[in-house]
């Protein structure tokens, strides 16, 4: 039987939910403890890499998510001036907040100007990037002078730049408070370290958040359905709503580029079957 997207959003949420519930159900009922969620979930366009920027707006939709952040896949970091208005007016259109940009590479500093000049034209409220760490005093200048916040994303193993968020944090933790982190936590996984532990220790500069699972804790463990991976969610949901995390939770799913959608459905569904869950712990 052929499912729709919204089916396999529904199904996975609702699994998802009894599985929670059903865990309470011998306990003695009591009145569930408010606890504010206030974070939104949304989507990194580069899940949706190998199709267009109207499917990747369109289907974002689909999913009832208002939240996108663009890699240059779908608004070119050299885009005209008309071409960035025109992005971004399919955007408001849809009424997707583009909240940000990246990943973005800056090894120079004109490669810097680019970015801050990109993301002014665009409306974006922070750069997601990985700026040569010589270039950090010259970055930490843009945000004050473009009020636009940096968030430096870590990939893991093999990355010499940001293996993790830690790596980022020694360097920018006594610049500008806008200078922080976009916390990856399946590069984070991949290290074997905790992403719940790097949120609760790095908070004060925690930004953003790539979601996403992973088939094993080592160096090649690869991004899978959220849920079906070994990623501690129940533990990893709770540290953000009892730290008060209110940035973008964004799904960035790697796997399946020419064929993400019912897995980038399936991780929608899981995540919001969970935080149907609350406010009371499971």
Same mark, same amino acid.
């Given at each position: ?99 940000? $940009? ?26 997601? $990037?990985?700026? %040569? ?13 473009? %009020? ?27 610049? %500008? ?8 936590? $399946? ?32 160096? %090649? ?41 019912? $897995? ?19």
């Amino acid at each position: 039987m052929k499912l729709t997207i919204q089916k396999t959003m529904l199904l996975a949420s609702a699994f998802i939910f009894l599985l929670m519930t059903s865990c309470n159900c011998d306990k003695k009922a009591e009145a569930p403890k408010k606890r504010d969620i206030k974070f939104k979930l949304g989507i990194a366009s580069y899940s949706l890499r190998k199709f267009s920027v109207d499917t990747a707006i369109a289907f974002t939709k689909k999913l009832g998510i208002d939240e996108i952040s663009f890699k240059s896949y779908h608004l070119k970091l050299d885009a005209t001036d008309a071409e960035i208005a025109e992005t971004v007016q399919k955007c408001k259109d849809a009424g997707l907040d583009l909240y940000a $940009g990246g990943v973005i590479y800056m090894k120079t500093e004109a490669e810097v100007d680019q970015a801050f000049e990109y993301a002014r034209k665009a409306g974006m409220k922070m750069i997601i $990037g990985c700026p %040569d760490h010589e270039l950090l005093p010259y970055v930490e200048s843009k945000v004050k002078q473009y %009020d636009i916040r940096l968030a430096i994303h870590n990939h893991g193993p093999g990355d010499k730049l940001y293996p993790s968020a830690e790596s980022a944090y020694n360097l920018i933790k006594n610049m %500008d408070p806008r200078m922080g982190l976009c916390i990856d936590i $399946g590069h984070t996984t991949r290290i074997k370290r905790s992403p719940s532990q790097d949120v609760s220790e790095f908070f004060d500069r925690v930004f953003d958040i790539h979601v996403k699972d992973e088939t094993k804790a080592d160096s %090649d463990g690869t991004t899978c359905e959220i849920g079906r991976g070994v990623i501690d969610f129940k533990t990893f949901l709770n540290t953000l709503i009892d730290h008060g995390y209110s940035g973008v939770l964004e799904l960035e799913y790697e796997k399946d580029g020419d064929d993400p959608f019912a $897995g980038m459905a399936e991780s929608i569904g899981y995540l919001r079957g969970m935080l149907a869950a609350y406010p009371i712990k499971f």
